[in-house]
């Protein structure tokens, strides 16, 4: 391009000329390179040292290490190492071999960390192959197949220098059709732990082992004196089952030197078990569980576990922190649910375990912190908070990592656990090889962290809540090898918080904005603490007129604490399903107190008495109930003289009472009234019966009218008896003594005759005593009693 540029019939110009050597040097670079690097890669695969490669069927061999024995090497001993090694190419890899690289010390927690993270990758260097006999040869390995392997070495072989951590590559190299030469097809990185004298100073170490399930049991409990308990599912009897994670996890922690850290929910579902208990079924029906002797077994190796232990008790049923403290104080009550979750902690760690629990330490999700969760966790009595450093982290540049224990202000201890050490054993563990790499970096990272400083420390390790099974055993399986180790001791969690802080360490709490995003996600929302709200005020307005408050309170108590577990984060439906189904039990219980309906009356006359039925289909007693009826018309019609009328109800269980109002009337006309239940402290009870009473008493302007016409009928009466007497008297005269045959004496004497004759022409019934008149027709209610109501009293409908 340059000659191009130049004009014809002229030479170049030296400018010119040094641009087109310079670039034809640089186009003949790569072959150049590409001739020096055969050479040299034939020195670097006989030394054992891979490079880069940028072939395609680089790591086309998966190395899967399986195990590695003993997790800690000492003076000798030899390690054992097995595993697979499996083709995923599409071609067969031929004269292939698995040997063993030693690699560099690492020197910093950061080292340990990155290597874990590339243990399968075949960039960088590996370090010189151990080599000789001990090696694996495979003739050839045919695509899809796993082959296994093993190897043992003396530890003298592997060369290993001062005390530290030093890489181990699993490494394999082979050829194929394609490229018929030794190369790196795969490797797996780990690490060799290197102490094999007493450490100098070692560090105390602290793990704490969780004993924490999801919500099993429900706020339903039988109607018999023991009541029954009712659970949601049967998976906790699985859990506890041989082979289950929570029998795994006590299995393995009995045998080592842990703090226990237990929800009390967990204790008192499986004490549960061990009696009579039924299991909601899918249909909605329930079914009589039948694990009995597996809750047992399960709760006496408990007890023996513990026995010498130090055990932490959560708050029951391990209410979520950071949702409470983000989302739940704005609702009035919410943090009296935590009190009342740490409470009830004595009254069942302690009599089924029969140790005192520890209840001072609060642990947030993940050890997540900021001011407000502090500030909750502290409110129920708790004066000390598990954190985790990758919150509260260290800003102040230690070159090594500080105690757990610091202060944070308020007469507050932050124990502050290890997040390397605490997250190496979440993730998917279900396969060896993982768990293998998982309890080697675990080791690796306690190694390095001795060897930071001649500073004795204290650390602590909280692993994720709810371990699985395959989980637990790498945990074990690390804790195991720690404990023999010679850098560290064990220390139990009230020791950790106890040790002299670290004056350099990191005491200022993360702001509310720091908090993960990812955690905030899965907290409990406000709506839950609403709902949560609710069912207490119905329970609140509930056991206030019960006999025995605490068949409802504690069954309903312990269901509300479950509602807002930490175990509901990752599964809102599930969260949302188990409040509403416990409100909506609470409420099918508070309708079992109800009154009955009436149907509308008649009232005829000046007064009446209208019963009213309060019924009770609990199986206990209510009281301290009052039952008002009122009028919405006074002026028409007056309850025991007033607008309305209220008089104390008590009602036996499976029983009615009936209440009786006597009513005056005052106009004819339709009057509505309205009859409440209510409790004590004036708050409504249940729902209202209304009914209509139709008034037909008749007023005195009536009364009056009514009045005169008698009178009158009376006068016309009087006036007819008269004009007769007379004229009898007068035809007496005109006959005379002897006229008709006989004395005037001799005539049959009739004095009522009169009377009957106006009797007949009235058809009135005119007695004074007859009780009753033709203006008060029979009334349709009963008429006014003053026998009082009857407690307990069954009324037909």
Do not use: C
């Amino acid at each position: 391009m340059a000659e191009a540029a130049d004009f014809q019939g002229t030479h170049p110009s030296p400018a010119r000329r040094w641009l087109r050597r310079t670039g034809a040097l640089l186009a003949g670079a790569p072959l150049l390179a590409g001739l020096l690097q055969l050479p040299s890669a034939a020195s670097a695969d006989a030394a054992g040292q891979f490079p880069s490669q940028d072939a395609s069927d680089t790591g086309s061999v998966s190395v899967a290490l399986d195990s590695l024995s003993p997790d800690v090497l000492t003076d000798g001993d030899a390690l054992t190492v097995s595993g697979t090694v499996t083709n995923n190419g599409k071609q067969t890899v031929t004269g292939a071999h698995v040997g063993l690289s030693v690699g560099p010390k690492l020197n910093t927690r950061s080292d340990v960390q990155d290597t874990a993270q590339r243990s399968d990758s075949v960039q960088g260097s590996t370090g010189p192959e151990v080599g000789g006999k001990y090696v694996e040869k495979f003739s050839k390995l045919t695509p899809g197949v796993a082959e296994p392997f093993s190897i043992t070495v003396p530890v003298d072989k592997l060369d290993l220098g001062g005390d530290g951590v030093y890489q181990l590559a699993v490494s394999l190299s082979g050829q194929t059709s394609a490229q018929p030469w030794d190369k790196l097809l795969g490797i797996e990185r780990t690490f060799l732990p290197w102490q094999p004298d007493e450490a100098d100073t070692k560090t105390k170490t602290t793990f704490l082992w969780p004993l924490v399930s999801t919500v099993h049991m429900t706020a339903e409990t039988g109607s018999n004196e023991q009541q029954t308990p009712v659970f949601l599912n049967d998976d906790l009897a699985k859990e506890i089952a041989p082979g289950g994670r929570l029998d795994e996890m006590l299995s393995l922690g009995k045998d080592l030197d842990v703090t226990w850290v237990i929800d009390p929910d967990l204790l008192a579902s499986v004490d549960a078990m061990t009696r009579s208990y039924r299991v909601r079924t899918d249909s909605g029906n329930t079914t009589a569980g039948t694990h009995q002797a597996v809750a047992k077994q399960w709760l006496g190796e408990l007890q023996q576990a513990v026995a010498d232990k130090e055990v932490v008790a959560l708050p029951f049923a391990d209410p979520d922190l950071a949702s409470l403290a983000h989302n739940g104080t704005s609702v009035s009550g919410s943090l009296s649910h935590l009190k009342e979750a740490t409470d009830v902690v004595a009254n069942t760690v302690e009599p089924i375990l029969h140790v005192k629990a520890n209840t001072d330490f609060a642990w947030p999700v993940e050890g997540a912190v900021d001011p407000s969760i502090i500030k909750v966790a502290t409110s129920a009595g708790a004066d000390k908070v598990i954190a985790r450093s990758d919150s509260l982290q260290e800003t102040a540049g230690l070159p090594y990592t500080p105690s757990a224990a610091r202060p944070i202000g308020g007469g507050t201890t932050a124990v502050v656990a290890d997040a390397r050490l605490s997250t190496v054993f979440q993730g998917d563990l279900t396969k060896a090889s993982a768990s293998t790499l998982a309890v080697q970096q675990f080791l690796a990272q306690s190694l390095t962290l001795d060897k930071q400083t001649n500073k004795q420390r204290s650390i602590v390790v909280a692993p994720q809540r709810m371990p699985t099974t395959r989980q637990a055993q790498a945990m074990a399986a690390a804790l195991t090898a720690l404990q023999g180790s010679n850098w560290s001791e064990s220390q139990d969690l009230a020791s950790a918080a106890k040790a002299k802080p670290d004056p350099g360490a990191t005491t200022a709490v993360p702001s509310t904005s720091a908090y993960p995003p990812s955690l905030r996600k899965q907290e409990l929302p406000r709506s839950a603490f609403d709902a949560i709200a609710t069912t207490q005020d119905k329970l609140d307005n509930f056991q206030v007129i019960l006999s025995d408050e605490s068949r409802v309170v504690t069954p309903f108590g312990r269901a509300i604490n479950r509602g807002m577990s930490t175990s509901w984060r990752g599964r809102p439906a599930g969260a949302e399903s188990f409040r509403i189904n416990v409100e909506n039990h609470l409420t099918e219980l508070t309708s079992q107190v109800k009154l009955i309906d009436k149907s509308d009356t008649k009232l005829s006359g000046r007064s009446a008495t209208i019963p009213v039925t309060v019924q009770n289909n609990l199986v206990q007693g209510v009281e301290h109930l009052t039952l008002r009826l009122t009028s919405t018309s006074p002026t028409r019609l007056q309850i025991g003289g007033d607008a309305y009328q209220e008089q104390p109800v008590t009602v036996s269980g499976g029983h009615s009472q009936t209440v009786k109002f006597t009513t005056s009337a005052k106009a004819n006309g339709q009057a509505t009234v309205v009859a409440q239940l209510y409790t004590q402290d004036g708050q409504e009870y249940g729902d209202a019966v209304t009914f209509d009473v139709k008034v037909t008493e008749f007023t005195a302007t009536v009364m009056l009218v009514i009045g005169g016409g008698f009178l009158l009928l009376v006068l016309a009466g009087f006036r007819m008896y008269t004009q007769r007497k007379r004229a009898a008297a007068r035809e007496a005269e005109e006959d005379g003594p002897g006229e008709a045959g006989g004395e005037p004496e001799d005539r049959p004497k009739n004095p009522e005759g009169p009377a009957d004759h106006l009797k007949e022409e009235s058809g009135t019934d005119a007695r004074a005593d007859d009780p009753e008149q033709p203006s008060d027709p029979t009334p349709d209610t009963a008429p006014e009693s003053a026998d009082p109501s009857g407690t307990g009293e069954r009324v037909d409908r």
